[in-house]
T-cell receptor
């Protein structure tokens, strides 16, 4: 059973370009979370999605950032017109379908975005 | 919303000694407390978790304790080994699939 798959592992973009980060959840998981990690810092929640729905985007900047989790295919985190401050590691996690108890979340290896 | 504080930020121990990392949380509705280990250049790996209906959980050299009244939980690693060196994160979440809120991490160094 493959884990959470993220690609690309490393991404370099020039200022003003678009960055697309992909995340395929674990088999059987229907919930996806995106987190951002700056060097020497913790993980900051960005957005929580289920298939075709954004459940919570309270941690995502209002401008330039968007996320989707279509019915078919991976979840995509999209950053338009990237700036140097967007340079960070972006991690995706997935968890099983909703249960009353809190569900375990498993992380991918991350995408390290560098804006030059 | 939930706020998770983690201490210490760095910890150095001699190989074979124990290491303890502590976290506090603010939301009394939180009921799930996982711990993640992150090695350099990798994603966080779930190593142990505890739910609010138990006070302690152990898995080989790793144990986690939870004090709901005081709203704090701790990670205990016994007989530390060099391969335990990593950054450890605590987290908390409320019932359902709500997003985890993380502490800022503890960089553990085990000195051989």
């Amino acid at each position: 059973n493959a884990g959470v798959m993220q690609n690309p592992r490393h991404l370099v973009r020039r200022r003003g370009q678009e960055a697309r980060l992909r995340c395929s959840p674990m088999k059987g998981h229907s919930h996806v979370y995106w987190y951002r990690q700056l060097p020497e810092e913790g993980l900051k929640f960005m957005v929580y999605l289920q298939k075709e729905n954004i459940i919570d985007e309270s941690g995502m900047p209002k401008e330039r950032f968007s996320a989707e989790f279509p019915k078919e295919g991976p979840s995509i985190l999209r950053i338009q017109q990237v700036v140097r401050g967007d340079s960070a590691a972006y991690f995706c996690a997935s968890s099983p379908p909703w249960t009353p108890a809190a569900a375990e979340a498993f992380f991918g290896q991350g995408t390290r975005l560098t804006v030059v | 919303g939930e706020n998770v504080e983690q201490h210490p930020s760095t910890l150095s121990v001699q190989e074979g000694d124990s290491a303890v990392i502590k976290c506090t949380y603010s939301d009394s509705a939180s009921n799930y407390f996982p711990w993640y280990k992150q090695e350099l250049g990798k994603g966080p790996q779930l190593i142990i978790d505890i739910r609010s209906n138990v006070g302690e959980k152990k898995d080989q050299r790793i144990a986690v304790t939870l004090n709901k009244t005081a709203k704090h939980f701790s990670l205990h690693i016994t007989e530390t080994q060099p391969e335990d060196s990593a950054v450890y994160f605590c987290a908390a979440s409320t019932p359902g699939n709500t997003p985890l809120v993380f502490g800022k991490g503890t960089r553990l160094s085990v000195i051989a």
